[in-house]
Nanobody, 120 residues
Framework: QVQLVESGGGLVQAGGSLRLSCAASGSIFSINVMNWYRQAPGKQRELVAG???????NYADSVKGRFTISRDNAKNTVYLQMNSLKPEDTAVYYC??????????????WGQGTQVTVSS
């Protein structure tokens, strides 16, 4: 089994910054893609940013130039640095990782979610 623990959410004023972390533990042989999603009230969950095993990255257009995703493979952790936050960034943020376990299987795992609230 794999467990994900997210941290770093909170309340911030528009223009401020937050850094989210998502640490994975358990039966992990390797991690492929690590993603951050978000879900605002009444909206569908959307992909915010992703980072591959080779550290290639992709971003939603709405966050390009403001958010930066990174990973620490030694710590099985993915980060999301969020700058110049806007009220429309308010959402619950979830990490999702694709893991190859010691049992020889691939699986997708989700974090519990962390609330980010940006006040105007």
């Amino acid at each position: 089994q794999v467990q994900l623990v997210e941290s770093g959410g909170g309340l911030v004023q528009a223009g401020g910054s937050l850094r989210l972390s998502c640490a994975a533990s358990g039966s992990i042989f390797s991690i492929n893609v690590m993603n951050w999603y978000r879900q605002a009230p009444g909206k569908q969950r959307e992909l915010v940013a992703g980072i591959g095993s080779g550290s290639s990255t992709n971003y939603a257009d709405s966050v390009k130039g403001r958010f930066t995703i990174s990973r620490d493979n030694a710590k099985n952790t993915v980060y999301l640095q969020m700058n110049s936050l806007k009220p429309e960034d308010t959402a619950v943020y979830y990490c999702k990782i694709t893991v190859y376990s010691y049992s020889g299987t691939w699986g997708d795992y989700w974090g519990q979610g962390t609330q980010v609230t940006v006040s105007s």
